[in-house]
């Protein structure tokens, strides 16, 4: 899986069981599902899952780990594209000057790769289903061999260790079973989808755009070559694609609302953090709106790695001081018997909600 900000890596045992203590829970909806950890926990669990995000990587996650049915694909076939991939010499394309050459996210022998084998994808299958599965694994295997800290905002002052490794797709762990991929504003999802058991909802909460902080993934899935800008070498678009879950001034607040009344679920389990845009008793009081019934489970967590390391300028000089470097993420669930739920779950200490 690609290294991800506020991916809920540590928390999927949780967030699962929480579901799974949902009495007669069969079909789930995660609606910022980002790397599709959460939602790949809930379909290995046995759950129907839809799978939305904005972003097109995204897409691409969820249609190869969760909209694809492990038993109907053809391991064979696609573990021979893989062996052709992987033998294809390189090429100097948008990738390698752009990401390597530009910037230097990934060293240029591995871009080169990436170029020829995101252009061989193109017309190696007429499957959709075939095409999602290898650019998951390219997405994944160049993430293997990138130089940054895990966002896209900047790259390392010196190549980082794993990106001299040779980039080398591998087959993705695929799962038994049907499930969906969307990429839909969450605002509109809501209106569109039919009744699920259980939503999942885990929006961004500040002002950072995943948009902008994974720019070389979303261009790296759509095959495209826009102009790029500044020392990151961000697409064009960024200056103007906008998430209304990073706007201050409530805006954030009141989005989240509008999903939290809309959203076609009995159940609905909510990660937050308490350094969001959104405060947690306005959270509550959303949630206790909607559902009545609402349970909060508090998740100390450690922050992002740039907390601890500080910020850096381009030239390697340090201009921002390490934060503090623990928060608390809260998983709130909500809908009938919330803290039943909760209590079953996994036993945790639990500060149900007046
Ligand atoms: C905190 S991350 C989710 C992480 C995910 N749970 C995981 O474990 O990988 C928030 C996600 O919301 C997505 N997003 C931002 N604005 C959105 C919107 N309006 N509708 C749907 N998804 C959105 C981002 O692309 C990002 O992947």
Redesign the pocket.
């Known amino acids: 899986m690609i290294k ?6 540590k928390l ?1 045992p949780r967030i699962v069981g929480l579901a799974q203590a949902i009495p007669g829970a069969r079909t789930a909806l ?9 939602a790949q926990g809930l379909k290995r669990a046995g759950f129907m899952v839809t799978a ?4 097109s990587y ?1 897409e691409v996650l969820a249609q190869a780990y969760i909209a694809a049915d492990a038993r109907a694909v053809d391991v064979a076939a696609v573990e021979a594209m893989l062996a052709e991939l992987n033998a294809l010499p390189g090429v100097r394309g948008y990738f390698t000057r752009t990401f390597c050459e530009d910037a230097r996210y990934v060293q240029p022998a591995n871009g080169m790769r990436v170029d020829a084998i995101r252009g061989r994808i193109e017309t190696i299958t007429a499957d959709a289903t075939e095409r999602a599965i290898l650019l998951a694994a390219l997405l994944e295997a160049t993430d293997r061999v990138d130089s940054t800290t895990g966002l896209q905002m900047a790259y390392l002052k010196q190549w980082s260790a794993r990106s001299h490794r040779p980039l080398r797709l591998r087959l993705p762990i695929l799962l038994d079973g049907a499930g969906r991929a969307l990429r ?4 509109e ?1 809501v209106t569109l989808l039919g009744q699920y058991d259980v939503a ?1 909802l ?4 500040n002002q950072h755009s ?2 902008r902080n ?1 720019h070389v993934w979303e261009t790296l899935v759509r095959g495209d070559a826009p102009p790029a800008y500044g020392v990151a070498r961000k697409r064009e678009d960024c200056r103007t694609t906008r ?4 706007a201050r001034a409530g805006a954030a607040e009141r ?1 989240l609302g509008e999903v939290l009344a809309a959203v076609p679920a009995r159940h609905v389990i909510l ?1 937050f953090s308490d350094e969001g845009f959104v405060s947690l008793d306005a959270l509550r009081a959303m949630l206790q709106a909607r559902f009545g019934d609402v349970a909060a489970v508090p998740v100390p967590s450690k922050r992002y790695v740039g907390a601890k390391i500080g910020i850096y300028s381009t030239d390697g000089s340090l201009v921002g001081a390490p934060g503090h470097l623990m928060n608390t993420e809260w998983l709130f669930v909500a809908g009938p018997d919330a803290a039943g739920i909760s209590a079953r779950a996994d036993g945790v200490a639990l500060a149900e909600v007046a």
């Open positions: 991800y900000l506020g991916s809920k890596r999927v995660d609606l910022f599902t980002g790397t599709t950890r959460v939305n995000d904005l972003a995204s839909l504003d969450a605002r999802a999942y885990d929006p961004p909460y995943y948009y994974y998430s209304v879950f990073n989005a990660s």
